[in-house]
């Protein structure tokens, strides 16, 4: 059965203190991990696509690795602004269709 | 351009009563999906859709219809509303060709029925 978890549920940091985020998979063939943002009382927010492993993405202070069984999300040197919780999700199926499956996601929350 | 809209923002349904939520979005998009997130939960697939007239159950249909008439809209159905449709509901929109996880979700529609 295809199953995304991720920890921790909740992290706080202090500004500036670099931490990282997991999202393990189980999944058949796999065809993507997807991160998103989500700020609250919003819809998510598309961050990045990995398709393979050992393939890397940054955006800002983030960055997103890939490896067989995991995905990290690396946050440098973070500020408030970042404060947000960070979902991952995989396809679920074959074909085009989209359907993923979400993670329970991380609550990042980050002190001045 | 406005994106994926959702309204209401809030409703309050009582037991037994019936409501729509409507999705629209305007980048010409031809999947369209509903989900909803519970607290602590990640997203769970209710519906989705492929294209006009074109639709299929995703991992939590029960309680929920839909139909897909043009490619901008994407109503959801609550019939007989149950207290464990409690949720947030968010639709959401990707376009053909591009990555299966590039989906553009609207603001979410909170919905309490008690």
């Known amino acids: 059965e295809d199953q995304v978890t991720q920890s921790p549920e909740a992290l706080r940091l202090q500004e500036g203190e670099s931490s990282s985020l997991n999202c393990s998979y189980t999944?058949?063939?796999?065809?993507?991990l997807f991160w998103y943002r989500q700020d609250p009382g919003k819809g998510p927010e598309f961050l990045f696509t990995?398709?393979?492993a050992g393939e890397e993405k940054e955006k800002e202070r983030l960055k997103a690795t890939l490896t067989k069984k995991e995905s990290f999300l690396h946050i440098t040197a973070p500020k408030p602004e970042d404060s947000a919780t960070y979902l991952c999700?995989?396809?679920?199926?074959?074909?085009?269709?989209?359907?993923?499956?979400f993670g329970q996601g991380t609550t990042l929350q980050v002190k001045p | 351009n406005a994106g994926v809209t959702q309204t209401p923002k809030f409703r309050i349904l009582k037991i037994g009563q019936s409501m729509t939520l409507q999705c629209t979005q305007d980048?010409?998009?031809?999947?369209m999906y509903w989900y909803r997130q519970d607290p602590g939960m990640g997203l769970k697939l209710i519906y989705y859709?492929?294209?006009?007239?074109?639709?299929d159950k995703g991992e939590v249909p029960n309680g929920y219809n839909v139909s897909r008439s043009t490619t901008e809209d994407f109503p959801l159905r609550l019939e007989l509303a149950a207290p464990s449709q409690t949720s947030v509901y968010f639709c959401?929109?990707?376009?053909?060709?591009?990555?299966?996880?590039?989906?553009?979700f609207g603001p979410g529609t909170r919905l309490t029925v008690t």
């Open positions: 999700a995989v396809p679920h199926g074959s074909g085009n269709t989209g359907k993923l499956i």
């Open positions: 990995l398709y393979s």
């Open positions: 859709s492929v294209g006009a007239g074109i639709t």
């Open positions: 999944v058949s063939g796999l065809r993507g």
């Open positions: 980048m010409n998009h031809n999947y």
């Open positions: 959401a929109s990707r376009a053909a060709g591009g990555s299966l996880g590039e989906q553009y």
